[in-house]
């Protein structure tokens, strides 16, 4: 089974003028697979990662992460799916500001409760895991940008996802920070993680096996990549 399966999926806003956000997506990401997303602004990649991270249910259509049809669960369910079997990274990092490095990671499983003890050992691992083992106790105002972002994707694995999600995770970063950032996602992907990664840039985009081009809520073209010319 897919880590995720999206088929023929819509999704209607009805504020104003109806849109379809959405018109008829099928995609299917097999698990330890690495896809990118790219289209122009307004082409529904916001609205395709929304319905992939459970943060939204379709109009129509069938949305299945981890073998669970979203349709067939409640809110209460959806949201408990999300926290197990998403890991969510944003451009501009998210990160708790009042909380440690250790804190921050650890995080997603206080709500996952899991016991401190096994929450602070792994939060301890994943951060060594992304080269951040000497700053634990560090505030996010205390790291670069590089370091907030490899906080970031260190939490967004606490619970072990079933899919990874990253929405333009480069874009406030620069070149060489950007590098190392796309380093980890390939790494992590080598390691048997499932990405979805939303880019505008094609140099980013082609850190994945495959790009899906998405345009006005249809996908357009879904490009295969040589990865073995990336390594
Ligand atoms: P992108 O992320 O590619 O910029 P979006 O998924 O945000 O695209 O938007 C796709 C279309 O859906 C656009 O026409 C946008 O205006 C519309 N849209 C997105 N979210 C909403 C919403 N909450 N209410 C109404 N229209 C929306
Ligand atoms: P990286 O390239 O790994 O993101 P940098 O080389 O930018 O890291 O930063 C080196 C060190 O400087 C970091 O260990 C961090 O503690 C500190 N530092 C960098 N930027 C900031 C910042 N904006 N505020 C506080 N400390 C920072």
Same mark, same amino acid.
């Given at each position: 089974?897919?880590?995720?399966?999206?088929?023929?999926?819509?999704?209607?806003?009805?504020?104003?003028?109806?849109?379809?956000?959405?018109?008829?997506?099928?995609?299917?990401?097999?698990?330890?697979?690495?896809?990118?997303?790219?289209?122009?602004?307004?082409?529904?990649?916001?609205?395709?990662?929304?319905?992939?991270?459970?943060?939204?249910?379709?109009?129509?259509?069938?949305?299945?992460?981890?073998?669970?049809?979203?349709?067939?669960?409640?809110?209460?369910?959806?949201?408990?799916?999300?926290?197990?079997?998403? %890991?969510?990274? #944003?451009?501009?990092?998210?990160?708790?500001?009042?909380?440690?490095?250790?804190?921050?990671?650890?995080?997603?499983?206080? #709500?996952?409760?899991?016991?401190?003890?096994?929450?602070?050992?792994?939060?301890?691992?994943?951060? %060594?895991?992304?080269?951040?083992?000497?700053?634990?106790?560090?505030?996010?105002?205390?790291?670069?940008? %590089?370091?907030?972002?490899?906080?970031?994707?260190?939490?967004?694995?606490?619970?072990?996802?079933?899919?990874?999600?990253?929405?333009?995770?480069?874009?406030?970063?620069?070149?060489?920070?950007?590098?190392?950032?796309?380093?980890? #996602?390939?790494?992590?992907?080598?390691?048997?993680?499932?990405?979805?990664?939303?880019?505008?840039?094609?140099?980013?985009?082609?850190?994945?096996?495959?790009?899906?081009?998405?345009?006005? %809520?249809?996908?357009?073209?879904?490009?295969?990549?040589?990865?073995?010319?990336?390594?």
């Amino acid at each position: 089974e897919s880590a995720v399966s999206l088929q023929a999926v819509r999704k209607r806003y009805d504020r104003g003028e109806p849109v379809f956000a959405l018109d008829g997506v099928t995609l299917d990401l097999p698990r330890g697979s690495y896809t990118a997303v790219m289209g122009p602004s307004g082409s529904g990649k916001s609205t395709l990662m929304n319905l992939v991270g459970l943060l939204d249910t379709p109009t129509d259509g069938r949305v299945v992460v981890d073998g669970r049809d979203v349709a067939t669960l409640s809110g209460a369910d959806r949201t408990a799916l999300r926290g197990e079997a998403v %890991g969510f990274v #944003f451009q501009t990092f998210n990160l708790m500001p009042r909380l440690t490095a250790l804190d921050n990671v650890a995080l997603p499983m206080v #709500f996952a409760g899991v016991a401190r003890a096994n929450r602070e050992a792994r939060a301890t691992a994943l951060l %060594g895991g992304v080269g951040l083992g000497d700053r634990l106790d560090h505030l996010p105002n205390e790291l670069s940008g %590089g370091q907030r972002q490899r906080v970031a994707i260190a939490r967004a694995l606490a619970n072990d996802p079933t899919i990874l999600l990253a929405d333009e995770p480069t874009g406030n970063l620069d070149s060489k920070t950007s590098a190392d950032v796309l380093a980890l #996602f390939d790494e992590l992907n080598a390691e048997g993680n499932t990405v979805l990664l939303v880019t505008h840039e094609r140099d980013v985009a082609e850190h994945a096996e495959r790009i899906v081009h998405i345009l006005d %809520g249809r996908l357009e073209r879904v490009e295969e990549l040589d990865t073995v010319s990336h390594i």
